[in-house]
C-alpha cells in the first residue's frame, strides 16, 4: 500500500484513516479474522432487510461512460514477446475448461478432464488448466478424469442456470457436487429476488450454500451480469456477494446474451480490490462467457494487473470460465515458440 | 503466489516517417529559404535527439507569405463553397491515411505518448477538419446573415502542446468560410505544420491559401504586427496574448485569443469515485498536464477527501512513464527544457510554501525533459500553485465543504477556460455548472473534445470560440 499523506490544515482534528467514509461503516468488518466468511462478517451491515439495503445502496455509484471508457482504455495496452508468453501461459493456467450442456456424457467429460489436464499434447511445457467446469452429475467422471493432476474440478449449482428452484433444492445440488468431490462450487444467485429488491433472501441463500460447502469446496458466485443489467446492480451485487462468504465472484453463466464484459470485469475488480482493503479478505473474479480469443484474454489479464493488481494474478484468484479460449491461447503459444501460425488442426478438439 | 505481469517494450516504428535533414518556409505553394537563410533547430524532448532544421522567418519571409495569401484571397474566396468543401474533405481524408505517419511525427517533435497521438490528436484533427468541410456550402444558414464574408487573410500563431490538432482548429474554419492563412508554429514543435504543408500540396490546394512560416516569438510578433492582416487568432499564453491585444489595439484587425487557464476539477461527496478518479487522471496528466484547459485544481469535497486521495495515489503508481513511442506509455516527456524549468520552478515554490508534496514513484529516463506525476495537498487558493499556470503534471488538491463554497472557489481564478463537476446527482449538475465561469464545463468526464463543440475562456482565458458554429464567427465579417 502506498504512504498516506495526511491532509493539510483544512483536515477535521482527531480524523479518520485512509478510508473514511468506509472505515466508519466497516469498524467491525475490519476486525473480522480472514477465514470464517459464513459467519456473517458484518452484523450490523446484515441484521436487517433494510440496513444491508442502506449499505448496497450507500456504495459510490458508477458512471457507465466512465467505466467503460476505462475498459477500453486499457484493452488498447500492447502485450508482446516475452509479456505476452507470460501472459498465455498465465492464461491458459486459470482457464475453468467449462462443458455445460445438456449433451454432455461421461465421455465428452473425460476428453475434457483428459485436455485440461495437458492442453497440447505435442508441447509438455503447455501449463494446465486450473480446473474442469462440469454439472454436478459429472461430478465423479471429472473427478476420476484428472485425478492426481492438480486440476481441480468445479461444479455449477443451485438449479443452475436460472437458480429458479427452492433453497432445499439448490442446497441439495450443492451437497451432492461437494460429496461427489467437488472442489469449487459455482453457484447462481436469485436473480429474481436482487431485482425485486431482496437482499437479504439473496445474501442469506450464498450464505446457506457457502455453509453447504464446508471446508472442502470454494464458493464461486455467479451474478449473472447481463440479468442485473446496470453496472450500480453489479457493484451492489459484489459486495453482497463478497460479504455472504463468496471465494470468487463470477460474471455469468455464458447462458444469456451478454456475459462477461471488459467493463463488467472491471468493475468486479474494483470490487475485489476494495473489500480486501476494507477487510483483509482477498476474494477471486471469474468472467466466464463470451472470452474466445488469446487477445481478449490478455485484455482481462491487463485489467487485473492495474486494477487488482499482481496479486491476482494467479488461478487461485483469477479464472476463466470459457471452453473454445483454451484452443486460441494454445495456437498462439504455438505461434510465439515457433515463429510460424498455428491452424486448428494443430489443436485438439473435444 | 503473484508474479509481476512487465509489459515489454511495444514501441511503435520510426520507419513509417521520414523527416528530412532540413526544411523551409512554406510560402506560395513552396517550400522556400528564410531571406537571411538562419535556421534552428528542433528536437526530440524525450531524447535531446536533433530532428531537423528549419527556416528562421524575419519580417521580409513574413511579408512574402502575407503578400501570398492576399493574392490567393481574391480566388479562394470566390470559389463556391461546395469547391472549398472538396479541398478539406480531400485534405480530411489524407490525414487519416497518414495518421500513422503523423502521429509518429508529432509524439517525435512534442514528446506526448503515441497513445494520445494515435488515439486523440489525430483523429480530432481529421475530425475537424471533416466538420468544418461540412460548413463551408452552408454559411448562410449558420446564422450570421444571408451571406455572411471572410474577413481575408488570417495571421494565426499556434502553440506546441497540440500542434497539428491547434493548426486543425485554427485553419479548418479559416479555409472553410473563405479566408487564407498564414499560420506560425511553435518554434519547438514545427515539424507536424510542415508536413500538413505537404498534404496540402498533396490535396493540390490552389497555392497561397496556406502558408507556414516557422520560427520564435519575433516571427509570431512580425505576423501578427503584419498591416495586410486582417484576422489574428493566437492560442498560447496569456502573457503573449495580452501583448498581442496591445499591438492591435486601434487597427481594424479582428482578434480571438485562446489562453492559459487553472481549471477547477470538483469532486462531490456523491460522485462514482472510481471513474471520478480517472477522470482526474485525465484532466492533469493527459499530455503531461501541458493543456490550457487541464484539470489542474482538484476540489475536494472534505468528507472524502482521505479516501479519494488514496485512491488517486493508488492509481497514480499504475502511470507508465517513459518512451512516448512505447504503444504503452501514460506519461511522455516535457516539450522543453524551457517548460522543464518552470514546472520545477513552480513545484519548488509550492514545497516552500507550504504544500506537501507527494509524487508516484517512477524512474525518470537520463536524457529528455521528464517530471513525475506529482500531486500537492494541503493547498490553499492563498498557494502560487493554486493561481497561476504550471502547465505540466503537477496537480494542486484543495478541499471544500459545500456547493456554493466550490463554486467561490472555483472561480476565484483570474483565468476562466475549464472545469469539471463530478456527481451522481444530475440537478447539482446542472445548479453548479449554471455558477461557474467557465468556457468548458465537463460532468463526470473531464478533457474530451469534439469539433461541433465550442470551445474558448472566459477573462483572462481569452475571447472567441473555436469549433462548432460558433467557431464560424471569428473568420466572418459579422
Known amino acids: ?350 | 503466489m503473484a508474479s509481476a505481469f512487465e509489459y515489454a517494450p511495444a514501441p511503435e516504428s520510426r520507419a513509417v516517417v521520414d523527416i528530412a535533414p532540413s526544411y523551409g518556409l512554406f510560402i506560395d505553394g513552396e517550400f522556400t529559404e528564410a531571406a537571411d537563410g538562419k535556421v534552428f533547430k528542433t528536437v526530440s524532448p524525450s531524447s535531446e535527439e536533433v530532428l531537423s532544421e528549419v527556416a528562421e522567418a524575419t519580417e521580409a519571409d513574413v511579408d512574402r507569405a502575407v503578400a501570398a495569401a492576399r493574392k490567393a484571397f481574391e480566388t479562394w474566396s470566390a470559389l463556391p463553397g461546395a469547391e472549398r468543401a472538396k479541398y478539406l474533405f480531400r485534405i480530411a481524408r489524407i490525414v487519416q491515411e497518414r495518421s500513422r505517419e503523423l502521429a509518429v511525427l508529432e509524439t517525435l517533435d512534442n514528446g506526448k505518448p503515441i497513445k494520445e497521438t494515435r488515439d486523440a490528436d489525430l483523429p480530432l484533427v481529421a475530425a475537424h477538419f471533416f466538420y468544418y468541410a461540412g460548413w463551408a456550402d452552408k454559411l448562410e444558414h449558420a446564422g450570421f446573415g444571408p451571406a455572411p464574408r471572410p474577413l481575408g487573410v488570417a495571421g494565426q500563431v499556434i502553440p506546441w502542446n497540440f500542434p497539428l490538432l491547434m493548426l486543425a482548429w485554427k485553419i479548418a474554419p479559416a479555409l472553410a468560410t473563405g479566408n487564407t492563412v498564414v499560420l506560425k508554429p511553435a518554434e519547438t514543435t514545427p515539424l507536424s505544420a510542415l508536413f500538413f504543408a505537404d498534404i496540402c500540396r498533396q490535396a493540390g490546394l490552389p497555392k497561397g491559401v496556406v502558408n507556414i512560416v516557422t520560427g520564435d516569438g519575433r516571427t509570431g510578433a512580425a505576423l501578427v504586427a503584419h498591416p495586410g492582416v486582417d484576422k489574428v487568432a493566437f492560442t498560447g499564453s496569456t502573457a503573449v496574448g495580452k501583448e498581442i491585444a496591445r499591438t492591435l489595439a486601434g487597427t481594424r484587425k479582428k482578434l480571438t485569443l485562446e489562453l492559459g487557464g487553472k481549471g477547477a476539477n470538483i469532486v462531490f461527496d456523491d460522485a462514482p469515485i472510481d471513474q471520478a478518479v480517472e477522470g482526474i487522471v485525465s484532466g492533469i496528466f493527459f499530455n503531461q498536464g501541458q493543456v490550457c484547459c487541464a484539470g489542474s485544481r482538484l476540489l475536494v469535497q472534505e468528507s472524502i477527501h482521505d479516501e479519494l486521495l488514496d485512491r488517486l495515489k493508488r492509481r497514480l503508481t499504475t502511470l507508465r512513464l517513459g518512451d512516448p513511442l512505447d504503444k504503452n506509455t501514460d506519461i511522455g516527456a516535457i516539450n522543453s527544457a524551457e517548460q522543464l524549468a518552470r514546472i520545477t520552478a513552480l513545484a519548488d515554490q509550492g514545497e516552500a510554501e507550504g504544500a506537501e508534496r507527494w509524487s508516484a514513484p517512477c524512474e525518470l529516463p537520463s536524457a529528455g525533459y521528464w517530471f513525475a506525476p506529482t500531486l500537492f495537498t494541503g493547498v490553499t487558493q492563498a498557494h502560487t500553485i493554486a493561481r497561476d499556470e504550471i502547465f505540466g503534471p503537477v496537480l494542486s488538491v484543495l478541499t471544500f465543504r459545500t456547493p456554493d463554497e466550490a463554486v467561490a472557489k472555483a472561480n476565484n481564478t483570474p483565468y476562466g477556460l475549464s472545469a469539471g463537476i463530478w456527481t451522481e446527482k444530475g440537478s447539482r449538475i446542472l445548479a453548479v455548472a449554471n455558477k461557474l465561469r467557465a468556457g468548458v464545463i465537463w460532468s463526470n468526464t473531464f478533457n474530451k473534445f469534439d469539433p461541433t463543440s465550442p470551445f474558448g475562456g472566459y477573462k483572462e482565458s481569452g475571447f472567441g470560440r473555436e469549433g462548432g458554429r460558433h467557431g464560424l464567427e471569428a473568420y466572418l465579417d459579422v
Open chain 1, 1 to 350: 500500500m502506498l504512504p498516506i499523506v495526511p491532509d493539510g490544515s483544512d483536515s477535521a482534528p482527531g480524523s479518520r484513516g485512509v478510508y473514511s467514509r468506509y472505515a466508519r461503516r466497516y469498524a467491525r468488518l475490519v476486525t473480522m479474522p480472514t477465514h470464517t466468511p459464513a459467519a456473517s462478517p458484518v452484523p450490523d451491515v446484515t441484521a436487517s432487510e433494510s440496513t444491508l439495503r442502506r449499505f448496497l445502496h450507500g456504495l459510490p455509484g458508477v458512471d457507465a461512460v466512465g467505466l467503460e471508457a476505462r475498459a477500453a482504455a486499457l484493452g488498447t495496452r500492447s502485450i508482446k514477446t516475452t509479456a505476452k508468453a507470460y501472459a498465455l501461459d498465465l492464461a491458459i493456467s486459470m482457464v475453468d475448461l467449462t462443458t455445460l450442456e445438456g449433451a454432455d456424457t461421461p465421455g465428452k467429460v473425460r476428453a475434457l478432464g483428459a485436455k485440461a489436464v495437458r492442453p497440447d499434447p505435442a508441447d509438455r511445457t503447455a501449463p494446465a488448466t486450473a480446473a474442469v467446469c462440469v454439472y454436478p452429475d459429472m461430478v465423479p467422471v471429472a473427478k476420476e478424469a484428472v485425478a492426481g493432476s492438480g486440476v481441480k474440478v468445479a461444479s455449477v449449482a443451485t438449479a443452475f442456470p436460472a437458480g429458479r428452484a427452492s433453497l432445499a433444492v439448490k442446497l441439495a445440488d450443492v451437497r451432492e457436487a461437494v460429496a461427489a468431490g467437488a472442489d469449487e462450487v459455482d453457484m447462481v444467485i436469485d436473480r429474481g429476488a436482487f431485482l425485486a429488491g431482496k437482499y437479504l433472501k439473496v445474501y442469506e441463500e450464498i450464505a446457506a450454500v457457502k455453509e453447504a460447502c464446508g471446508t472442502d469446496a470454494r464458493l464461486k458466485v455467479i451474478f449473472e451480469t447481463g440479468e442485473l443489467s446496470t453496472y450500480d446492480n453489479i457493484r451492489r451485487a459484489s459486495w453482497l456477494g463478497m460479504l455472504a462468504g463468496a471465494d470468487f465472484i463470477k460474471t455469468s453463466t455464458g447462458k444469456v446474451a451478454v456475459n462477461a464484459t471488459p467493463a463488467n470485469t472491471l468493475l468486479m475488480l474494483e470490487a475485489v480490490r476494495d473489500f480486501r482493503a476494507q477487510t483483509g479478505i482477498q476474494v477471486g473474479v471469474k468472467p466466464a462467457g463470451g472470452i474466445r480469443t488469446a487477445k481478449d484474454a490478455l485484455k482481462f489479464l491487463v485489467l487485473v494487473n492495474e486494477t487488482a493488481g499482481a496479486d491476482w494474478l494467479d488461478s487461485h484468484w483469477f479464472r476463466f470460465g470459457a471452453s473454445s479460449l483454451l484452443n486460441d491461447l494454445l495456437m498462439q503459444r504455438q505461434k510465439l515458440a515457433t515463429g510460424r501460425y498455428s491452424g486448428p488442426d494443430y489443436v485438439t478438439v473435444d
